[in-house]
């Protein structure tokens, strides 16, 4: 099971920092990553990151401003989001997959965990 926590609501340019907890078994083996979802829109992925964390993958809409990390000893993924902007209000979500790819992030979702809500004011 997934569980992500952190959400809130922010102003513009804050920061918030996004925590995934796995529990009864380990992601160690699975790359991670994390998807968000507005109102009246598809779901996207926005970051992502390989099993050993070595490397990452990030959306163009958050590159530079977004850092993905994640620690196996945990069991838990990061999503740390600086310079926040209204238009990254949305249900964040993470996930887990068997294939990372450097150009797209993740493939077939493995299992999702539990939303949480950003949102961030203007």
């Known amino acids: 099971q997934l569980q992500a926590s952190g959400g809130g609501l922010v102003q513009a340019g804050d920061s918030l920092r996004l925590s995934c907890a796995a529990s009864?078994?380990?992601?160690?083996?699975?790359?991670m990553g994390w998807f968000r979802q507005a109102p009246g829109k598809e779901r996207e992925i926005v970051a992502a990151?390989?099993?050993?964390?070595?490397?990452?993958f990030y959306a163009d809409s958050v590159k530079g401003r977004f850092t993905i990390s994640r620690d196996n000893a945990k069991n838990t993924i990061y999503l740390q989001m600086n310079s926040l902007k209204p238009e990254d209000t949305a249900v964040y979500y993470c996930?887990?997959?068997?294939?990372?790819?450097?150009?797209?992030?993740?493939?077939?979702?493995?299992?999702w965990g539990q939303g949480t809500q950003v949102t961030v004011s203007s």
């Open positions: 990151v390989t099993r050993s964390g070595i490397s990452t």
């Open positions: 009864g078994r380990t992601f160690s083996d699975n790359a």
């Open positions: 996930a887990a997959s068997f294939t990372y790819g450097s150009a797209y992030g993740l493939g077939r979702i493995d299992h």
